[in-house]
């Protein structure tokens, strides 16, 4: 690639020590080199800074403790205003990428002027990352689409810092999807790269496997921010929950 821009690479984190090796050597190891990340821990009270000893002195990594926990809104706002890059992609602690991920997803936003690009996804659950099953996402998402099928991983994103001057992650429940709407609300289309993928793990405190309480927050979003009407919003809840279980199933 001629044109190499910075991307700065968002990673909240509350106790996933466990996995925050396997995210952060994910990064290093990716073909494409010029990233910055800004590692926010959300006062984890696990071994999370043990772990992190061994990425304190690499350069392109900023490492930010926080003395008191802020949530994953806060944390991801707070990298978005340490950025100074022209592209941002967001990553989820215990999350981790193929080699390929950043060089294959910045190439085809700078070769078709991208503002907003996603990709697909091989989920698994808990650690068994023999049992994959990949995404068949929608070739593009506008604001219409995601409100229906919001299977738009926050690991996959990477966006044009501009897109979003006056777009923040909001201190709610599935803070990520109601930014993804903000962000889609305005005319913006977010564009699937097909040549790459992300890793994607549901443990079993994951907010996703809280089913009920999923569709409860969501519908306060709805209804809230995103101002629908009775009818919009049972319709979108019933879209979202029918292609959860095509993908996932009953887990």
């Not at 002027?113 to 996402?137: E, P």
């Not at 793990?201 to 409860?216: F, H, M, T």
């Not at 919009?232 to 029918?242: A, P």
Request: charged share 25%; aromatic share 16%; with cysteine.
């Amino acid at each position: 690639m001629v044109n190499q821009p910075i991307i700065d690479i968002i990673i909240p984190n509350f106790n996933k020590a466990k996995y925050v090796k396997q995210c952060l050597d994910s990064i290093i190891s990716q073909t494409y080199k010029n990233w910055k990340i800004y590692f926010i821990d959300d006062n984890s009270n696990d071994e999370t800074k043990e772990v992190l000893k061994d990425f304190e002195n690499i350069d392109n990594i900023k490492i930010i403790y926080l003395k008191e926990n802020k949530g994953p809104s806060y944390c991801r706002n707070l990298g978005i205003e340490q950025s100074s890059s022209e592209y941002l992609a967001f990553m989820d602690s215990d999350d981790f990428w193929p080699e390929n991920k950043l060089e294959s997803q910045i190439k085809a936003m700078v070769k078709n002027d991208y503002n907003f690009t996603y990709t697909d996804y091989f989920f698994f659950f808990n650690n068994n990352q023999k049992k994959l099953k990949k995404t068949c996402l929608p070739n593009f998402y506008d604001y219409k689409i995601f409100l229906n099928h919001s299977s738009m991983s926050t690991s996959s994103i990477i966006i044009k810092k501009d897109l979003i001057k006056k777009i923040f992650f909001k201190n709610v429940e599935h803070e990520d999807f109601l930014f993804k709407c903000d962000v889609l609300r305005n005319g913006e289309l977010a564009f699937k790269i097909k040549e790459t993928h992300v890793y994607y793990r549901i443990n079993k405190s994951n907010r996703s496997s809280n089913k009920i309480k999923n569709l409860i927050n969501l519908w306060k979003i709805n209804n809230k921010e995103n101002n629908l009407n009775l009818f919009q919003n049972f319709k979108s809840l019933f879209l979202i929950s029918f292609n959860s279980l095509k993908k996932y199933g009953w887990k």
